[in-house]
């Protein structure tokens, strides 16, 4: 597995992300033996850098890749995040020093570690100037409990001014063919701080794996359903996009997962994509887009593809991204 930096960070450029092991997605949360069985392979293959959260669950997936991760903590670049769950009270989101600091100690607890590798605020809290939050992390930092910190979901004028307090290591988005929205300001902005970009949902949720184009054997409660892209005419005029990934999978004998993947890691140093899964086989296909090469020309009628059709996020998910 080849390696990018985030920031001082040093990680493979396919990470895992575990969210769906838990919440939100079909099938989520079913088979726990599964999903440590996934995380162990991931391990193998060099598939090392792990992405939960408190939230997911709540709770229940940081627990579960600790159980993974169990005599294996320093094989592992471990990242999870704070913010959308209130120890203190608060409603809505907390990102006030005295939550961080209790939100630290759960997630050190359920994980069975006594550092986080990579700790991100999960959305930025509008209640809490930015500089306060940091300001908070940068002593986690100094304790020990944290290596490097990151944001989640931030506009460029929030990484800046996160920035100038304590050097962030990654900005989480969502980055993939059928959400360029970082390409305009964020990317820019990362380039130029020497910051890293970690790539969520970069098959978008699971459709530019080319499986889904109905919503038939999406079970009642997965979150796709009511995701706008998903909905509606969306999901017709969204076909398009994977149709001609598709193509291109067909043209160099990989799958729409692998070009989608191949396609992001062709953007350049210091973006690392953390495709989610359950399954070991579908964690081995898209572990193979590391050494999948696209060309120029490949890319650039990637790149030309029109933008997907719907808000990546229901209006209200939408309402809390900083932009």
């Known amino acids: 597995m080849q390696i990018t930096r985030l920031g001082g960070l040093e990680v493979p450029r396919i990470g895992l992300g ?16 599964e999903s440590i069985r996934t995380i162990h392979r991931a391990l193998e293959l060099g598939v090392i850098h792990l992405d939960t959260a408190e939230v997911y669950g709540p709770y229940v997936n940081e627990e ?12 592992v670049v471990l990242a999870t ?19 961080i600091r209790a939100a630290i100690d759960g997630s050190l607890r359920r994980l069975g570690t006594d550092r986080i590798d990579l700790y991100y605020q999960h959305r930025i809290d509008p209640g809490t100037p930015v500089e306060e939050t940091v300001g908070a992390l940068s002593e986690l930092v ?7 910190i990151g944001l989640s979901e931030a506009g460029a004028a929030t990484i800046r001014r996160a920035h100038a307090i304590h050097p ?45 184009r109905t919503l038939d054997g999406l079970d009642a ?38 070009v989608a993947l191949a396609w992001l890691l ?10 989610g899964t359950r399954r070991a086989d579908r ?21 030309h593809l029109a933008p997907a059709s719907g808000d990546r996020h229901a209006e209200a998910d939408m309402a809390v991204i900083d932009h």
């Open 142 to 148: 100094a304790a020990g409990k944290v290596r490097h």
């Open 64 to 75: 579960l890749v600790g159980r993974a991760i169990r005599g294996r903590r320093d094989d």
């Open 221 to 258: 409660g997965d979150w796709r359903r009511t995701n706008p892209r998903f909905t509606g005419d969306n999901l017709t005029r969204n076909l398009r996009i994977v149709d001609e990934v598709r193509e291109v999978a067909a043209e160099i004998g990989a799958t729409p997962a692998q």
């Open 18 to 33: 575990t969210m769906g092991m838990s919440a939100f997605y079909t099938g989520a949360g079913r088979d726990e033996s």
């Open 81 to 99: 995040k704070f913010g959308l769950v209130s120890h203190t009270g608060r409603p809505g989101m907390d990102s006030t020093p005295a939550n």
């Open 283 to 303: 964690l081995e296909e898209n572990t193979a887009a590391d050494s999948i090469p696209l060309t120029a020309g490949q890319v650039a009628r990637l790149d």
């Open 168 to 212: 962030l290591a990654a900005v989480q988005t969502e980055y993939s063919l059928w959400t360029r929205d970082p390409e305009a300001d964020i990317l820019p902005t990362l380039r130029e701080l020497g910051i890293g970009l970690v790539a969520y949902s970069p098959l978008g949720h699971g459709f530019l794996t080319g499986t889904i």
């Open 266 to 275: 062709a953007r350049g140093d210091g973006i690392a994509p953390i495709p």
